[in-house]
């Protein structure tokens, strides 16, 4: 079994800046792709970012330039750090990876981190 744990939400004022970390557990060999996602009320679950085990990564428009995504594969580890938070990111932050476990490939969601931005 493998899990992914998500820390680090809270609620922060608009301006502020928030780090996730997601860490991943249990029977991992290797961990392809990883990715942020998050849930806003009422809406569809959308992507954040996502970063390749080598380090390439790519994020929704209305992120650029505030969020950050990284990983440290020898602990199984990945981050978000939100930058100039705005009131439209309080969502639950999920995280999600493409794991090698034993013989089997699948993709794995934590349970998700709220983070709410007032303004």
């Known amino acids: 079994q493998v899990q992914l744990a998500e820390s680090g939400g809270g609620l922060a004022q608009a301006g502020r800046s928030l780090i996730l970390s997601c860490a991943a557990s249990g029977s991992v060999v290797s961990i392809n792709s990883m990715g942020w996602y998050r849930q806003a009320p009422g809406q569809d679950r959308e992507l954040v970012a996502t970063i390749t085990r080598t380090g390439s990564t790519d994020y929704a428009d209305s992120v650029k330039g505030r969020f950050a995504i990284s990983r440290d594969n020898a602990k199984g580890l990945m981050y978000l750090q939100m930058n100039r938070l705005k009131p439209e990111d309080t969502a639950v932050y999920y995280c999600?990876?493409?794991?090698?476990?034993?013989?089997?490939?699948?993709?794995?969601w934590g349970r998700g981190t709220q983070v709410t931005v007032s303004s």
């Open positions: 999600n990876a493409d794991v090698v476990s034993g013989p089997s490939r699948f993709v794995y």
